[in-house]
């Protein structure tokens, strides 16, 4: 690729803004970088991008930014509607998301997924079936993952497999997508305020396989009843394979028993039993189904899958156990940043959950969220903005109102509650069941702050063996 003689405008500041920054600095472009945000308030090393030779525009965005530009790049945090980016379309100028950047850069065939929950978990574990074929250092894992997707590309060039997360946020710029297998997982209430109703959110969420052709396959959720819909505008030649924990199909992945089973072309292909999985829950059950799906068409072999399928246990800051104090389990689930996403985490339990949750919030209907905690849990700690819709909310549900504890906007006023709340055989669980904005920089911070302050406890800390330190996304 060559941008040699091209101006390109990226709009969005961020971890995606960069990238495509740098990419088009290296493949000879012109580029400007513009946040509505001044750099004083964007908590980011800018000195790189200067020393590559990229303009710098920070504050008010008007039309004068446009000015003998050939590409915009809107970066996920970038609502396309912005006057700007209206401005580029009604100009006839290309606006494409880092996303569709990847995708022109790419050199080997990319397998994405999509869906309101499950995203990440599915991606990793879907990169790890993929290496079987590939290779790990041929495979690449990269999108709405925290990695972006064009640098991912162009690490991995020619005869590998790029594992793409995609978000709804990221499809909103993207035209002309086109993976070789992609997926969606779910569709539940989630980003209404960014997309304005369901409708626009699932659409955008469809675009993941629009430009599939021949040759191509989506893996569907057979037991949702929105994205079972969504066959009937899959392009055509493109095939279909349905996954369902629930339904016995002729055709697709099915538990068998307890069997994960594949049925295909006339072929019954067995892989692991749901105990044997290493992710646990029925929400993992439908994750590892998917994964499985896209590693089959991409050539996997099913033996060789197995292992693999067995030994992974799972992602940071999803329903992740990390460590039992005075008996007491704690999980760090901050990856739940909606409703539905916490009812799987609540349903993962039997019960006897204390329940950390709130944050920023989505304004999501809270009725059968409360009706789960009533269920499942034993107490409720409120954090951030949301604490009184919370509140009110799960005293309407009928939770016993002396068991709700307000914290705040404080994280360790909430985990100091959990330690004098919690006995031995109950869990701790940070589901927030909301974004963390109003507290933290993103949903990683807010789990690695749980996790610093959990580990500071007082008493007889055990730490799981596999237990490492990581580093830390949209629906």
């Not at 569709?100 to 599915?122: M, R, V, Y």
């Not at 609540?346 to 329940?355: D, K, R, S, Y």
């Amino acid at each position: 690729m060559s941008f040699t003689a091209k101006h390109m405008l990226v709009i969005g500041a961020g971890v995606s803004g960069f990238a495509a920054a740098r990419i088009g600095r290296q493949f000879g472009a012109a580029v400007t970088l513009s946040d509505a945000k001044m750099e004083k308030d964007i908590n980011a090393d800018f000195q790189p991008l200067r020393d590559l030779g990229v303009e710098l525009v920070f504050g008010p965005q008007d039309e004068s930014l446009l000015s003998g530009i050939d590409l915009v790049v809107v970066a996920p945090a970038v609502p396309v509607r912005i006057p700007l980016v209206q401005a580029a379309y009604e100009k006839g100028i290309r606006v494409a998301s880092e996303v569709e950047l990847a995708q022109d850069l790419a050199e080997s065939p990319i397998f994405a997924l999509t869906g309101t929950n499950g995203k990440t978990t599915t991606t990793t574990l879907l990169g790890r079936l993929l290496a079987t074929k590939y290779g790990k250092d041929k495979t690449g894992v990269g999108g709405n993952i925290g990695i972006p997707l064009s640098e991912t590309a162009l690490r991995i060039g020619k005869g590998g497999a790029l594992a793409a997360e995609i978000s709804s946020f990221q499809m909103e710029a993207t035209k002309y997508f086109h993976p070789h297998v992609s997926a969606v997982l779910n569709v539940t209430p989630d980003h209404i305020i960014r997309h304005g109703s369901m409708d626009v959110y699932q659409a955008m969420k469809e675009r993941i396989f629009a430009h599939e052709g021949d040759g191509d396959f989506v893996v569907l959720n057979y037991d949702d009843e929105r994205v079972r819909g969504m066959k009937d505008r899959v392009p055509a030649g493109v095939r279909v394979c349905y996954f369902s924990r629930t339904q016995d199909l002729d055709e697709g992945m099915v538990l068998d028993g307890d069997r994960l089973t594949l049925r295909w072309d006339g072929k019954t292909i067995p892989f692991v039993t749901v105990d044997e999985l290493g992710i646990k829950g029925p929400h993992n059950v439908e994750n590892a189904m998917a994964a499985i799906c896209m590693a089959y068409f991409a050539g996997c072999d099913p033996e060789a899958m197995k292992p693999v399928l067995q030994k992974f246990v799972g992602v940071e800051h999803r329903i992740e156990y990390f460590a039992k104090v005075d008996g007491v389990k704690y999980y760090n689930d901050s990856k739940a940043t909606n409703t539905d996403s916490a009812i799987k985490a609540l349903e993962t339990f039997p019960g006897h959950i204390v329940l950390i949750a709130g944050g920023d919030d989505k304004k999501t209907d809270l009725t059968d969220f409360m009706a789960k905690v009533k269920e499942r849990c034993d107490a409720l700690i409120l954090i951030g903005d949301a604490s009184l819709r919370f509140r009110d909310a799960a005293a309407a549900a009928g939770f016993p109102e002396d068991q709700i504890y307000a914290a705040g906007y404080s994280m360790p006023q909430a985990v100091q509650f959990a330690h004098a709340i919690a006995m031995a055989g109950q869990v701790v669980l940070l589901s927030p069941a909301c974004a963390s904005f109003d507290m933290y920089s993103d949903m990683a911070h807010r789990g690695r702050d749980f996790k610093r302050l959990v580990c500071a406890l007082p008493g007889k800390i055990e730490l799981p063996e596999d237990l490492v330190e990581k580093d830390g996304g949209h629906a």
